[in-house]
Each structure stands twice: as C-alpha cells, then as structure tokens.
C-alpha cells in the first residue's frame, strides 16, 4: 500500500524485491560504503559484496576498524534445521569462510529450539538434521571445524538463557508487534532467543567479542533489529554493544519464487543425486524467449534468469560471468546451451563436495555437543 512502510515475516513465504526501498526504510547502508575500510584492515571485498549479492550493512565500518587496530572479531550466523541443505544455505556459508579467512572468530547456531517450537520438527530429528546435514555439509564446503565453535541453543550454558530471560524484560508486546505482526509464545519465545545467540559472544564465558557481524538475508533483519534495541537497553545489568550485520539477496527459487527446503523442485540440494540435480536444473525457469528466432533476434534477459542466479551466486568467475551476460543479451547463446553449461560447472562442483561431506560427516557429531534432551 502507498506510504505504508514494509513488514518482514522472518518465518513467512514473503519475498524481498524492492532492495533499495527496505534500504531506505529500515537504515541499511550500501555494502560499497566499507570497501576503503575492508584494505584498511587488509581484506578485499567479497565474490558476493563485489557482485551486489551482499547488497547492505549496519556498522560492519565499526567492526572493520576494530580488525584494522588488531582487535579481535567474530562473525555469527545460524541455521534452523528444519530441512536438507541446499544452494541457499550454501550462500551463507561461503560468507563465513570468506570472514574466517581473514582472522574473524567464527559461531555457528543450530537453531533447534526454533525448529522444535516454530517449524514443529521432533527434538531428535532436528538433532540429526543439525548434525548430519548442516555441520557435516559446512565442514565439506570448506569451514574450518577448529576455529569454528558449531553450538545447539539448547545445549548452551547458564549465561546464554539468562540473557534471554533478561531481555523479556525490556520490551514490550506492542514493540514486538511492531517489527513482527501476529506473534505466537513461540515466536515470542524463538525472538528472544536468537538475540541471545546474537549478543551472548559479547560475555566472558563465550570468549568476550565485542565486535561481531551477523550475515543474514534480507529477510532476517526483524530479528538484527531487535536485538539492537535490546543491547542498547542492558545498561545497568551488562554493557553490550550492538552487532554489525550484512545482508544478502535471497536467491530465487529454480520455479523464481522463493527458495524453500520445503519445495523440494524449487532449489538443489547438495546431497541430491547427480541426475536429479540435472534435472532439476534443466527445467528451471529462465529469460529466454518465447522461441530460438526471437532469441537470437533480440536477445535473453539474464536478470529474470534463474539459471543465471545459480552462476552468480555459486558456479561461475567474474570473466565466466560477464560472457554468459554478454552472451545471452546478444542472442548468442540459446538457454539449452547455457544450461549445459552451468551444469558442467554445478556437477564438477557437487562431486567434489560429495566425496568431502562421506569425511566431513565422520567428525561432525564430534565437534558440536548435543542437546541432552
């Protein structure tokens, strides 16, 4: 609606397409703005932040010019387990190896607490998909398990939940309302937990990282919200400081609506069979014409080319890139052949991610401690 202000569900189906009006309304600032920063603390922007995937920030400045002074960072992301792991989780991963590259701490949640009350997955099942699905598939893909520290909400300590009681106290239902809609216990409930997950780095018993960036999608930002009116309000209990975060475009789906675990045809799996992948692939939705004449005649749109995501965001080098755009616009290249041609690059990439996850999948329930119920 006009001047209505954008709401995001977190939990919701909801899509993020206008990237500049939620910059706008919500006071993230463009991704760009850091990279004089990022050489000063001697990084170089990321694939992602160098192709507008990582589009914003919120004080990641901060963070950076603590890195360049030689003070310690850390960078915190979780999961919920509610799922197989697909391409979209992998996007997210990728970022925290970039930032473990370049000296950043690294914590990973398993939100299974929010997977047993929000998604309703059995605690044992979640446990399992925690397990054998996330920390074993983000090993394989590169994530180092001995400078990670992989953790289960319910598994953390005293000092973690205290927090989460704590910040019950510091806001209200309407507040609440306000960045979320409809609120459920559970959703009330999962909120406060993960700005626990968020600010509890900052205690003691955690390792004490004042500075710490959160990546999340676009579609995370409620939750990054609230936990920095939270940190702000702990004065007198605890000095917390406010987390940096940055945020991705979500990647569409291979149907070009949002990717979900929940459809299964609309995403690939890192696990699923080299012929499904396939096949998945070769019926995704593109920018292609309506016919091969009219193609070469006036070219394709690789911007509403969910195969051209897939090279974006996971397969293809800057030089790759640019010739499959140039490509496609010029009618060159029929969608056939560009699918052919993402896929030698997607097969190429998922053996050698499946024969690292049968090792990574040996030492994954050895690296994380498990819930005890």
């Known amino acids: ?131 054998e699905e996330y920390i074993a598939n983000m090993i394989a893909l590169g994530l180092d398990p001995d400078k990670t520290e992989f953790y289960f909400q319910t598994a953390r300590g005293t000092p973690y939940y205290r927090l989460a009681q704590l910040f019950a106290g510091k806001v209200t239902a309407a507040e609440m309302e306000a960045i979320y809609g409809d609120l459920s216990p559970a959703k009330i409930m999962a909120a406060l937990t993960q700005a626990a997950d968020i600010l509890h780095v900052q205690l003691d018993e955690y390792g004490g990282y004042k500075y710490v960036v959160v990546p999340v999608g676009a579609d995370q930002d409620p939750h990054l919200r609230l936990t920095r009116d939270l940190a702000d309000r702990m004065g007198g209990i605890i000095e917390l400081e406010r987390p940096a975060s940055t945020y991705h475009k979500m990647q569409r789906g291979l149907d070009g609506a949002k990717m979900s675990s929940s459809r299964p045809d609309s ?83 998922m053996e050698e991610h499946g024969s690292r996850l049968e090792e990574a999948r040996k030492i994954a329930w050895s690296v994380v401690e498990t819930p005890r119920f």
């Open 1 to 131: 609606m006009a001047g209505e202000e954008p709401r995001i569900d977190p939990w919701g189906t909801l899509e993020v397409k206008d990237y500049k009006r939620l910059m706008e309304v919500f006071g993230i600032k463009p991704i760009e703005t850091v990279f004089p920063l990022l050489e000063k603390a001697g990084m170089k922007p990321s694939v992602h932040m160098r192709r507008g995937i990582v589009f914003g920030h919120r004080d990641l400045d901060r963070v950076l010019e603590a890195r360049a002074r030689g003070e310690r960072v850390a960078v915190l992301t979780g999961f919920m387990p509610s799922g197989r792991f697909h391409f979209g989780h992998k996007l997210t991963v990728d970022q925290l190896i970039y930032y473990q590259r370049n000296g950043f701490k690294v914590f990973v949640a398993i939100a299974d607490a929010e997977a047993s009350i929000v998604r309703r997955i059995p605690r044992r099942e979640a446990v399992r998909i925690g397990v």
């Open 267 to 349: 995403t690939i799996f890192l696990t699923d069979p080299l012929p499904e992948a396939r096949r998945k692939l070769m019926r995704a939705l593109t920018g292609g014409r309506a016919t091969a004449e009219e193609q070469r005649r006036l070219g394709g749109v690789p911007e509403a080319c969910t195969v051209y995501d897939m090279d974006m965001y996971h397969l293809m080098s800057d030089e790759e890139l640019a010739k499959i755009y140039r490509d496609c616009r010029s009618g060159s290249i029929l969608c056939g052949e560009c699918k052919l041609i993402a896929w030698e690059r997607m097969k190429a990439l």
